[in-house]
Nanobody
Framework: QVQLVESGGGLVQPGGSLRLSCVAS????????MSWYRQAPGKERELVAT????????NVADSVKGRFTISRDNAKNTVYLQMNSLKPEDTAVYYC??????????WGQGTQVTVSS
């Protein structure tokens, strides 16, 4: 019954912004580390950002540092990825991931982000 549902993707021009959302259900959201990954065609899935259960600590990949911000609202069971100054190389399917204490990962279905002029 654990479900992660991403939304907020779309087509934007270079330099534009998007905010992705991942709404979780079926578990105690505030107990788990959440992450955003992305996967471009022909590329391996890569870690974009991670946030601790209470939101007290975040980590963002060097490739998006200064442009992307991860945050969470535990009252809404939601984790966000604010993406600014988007570049064509940011084009990918973005996935939300929940990691359990036993190291089992739950994944959302993904949301497409396309950055193109």
């Amino acid at each position: 019954q654990v479900q992660l549902v991403e939304s907020g993707g779309g087509l934007v021009q270079p330099g534009g912004s998007l905010r992705l959302s991942c709404v979780a259900s079926g578990f105690t959201f505030s107990s788990y580390v959440m992450s955003w990954y992305r996967q471009a065609p022909g590329k391996e899935r890569e870690l974009v950002a991670t946030i601790t259960p209470s939101g007290g600590s975040t980590n963002v990949a060097d490739s998006v540092k200064g442009r992307f911000t991860i945050s969470r609202d535990n009252a809404k069971n939601t984790v966000y990825l604010q993406m600014n100054s988007l570049k064509p190389e940011d084009t990918a399917v973005y996935y939300c991931k929940l990691l359990t204490p036993t190291r089992y990962a739950y994944w959302g279905q993904g949301t497409q982000v396309t950055v193109s002029s």
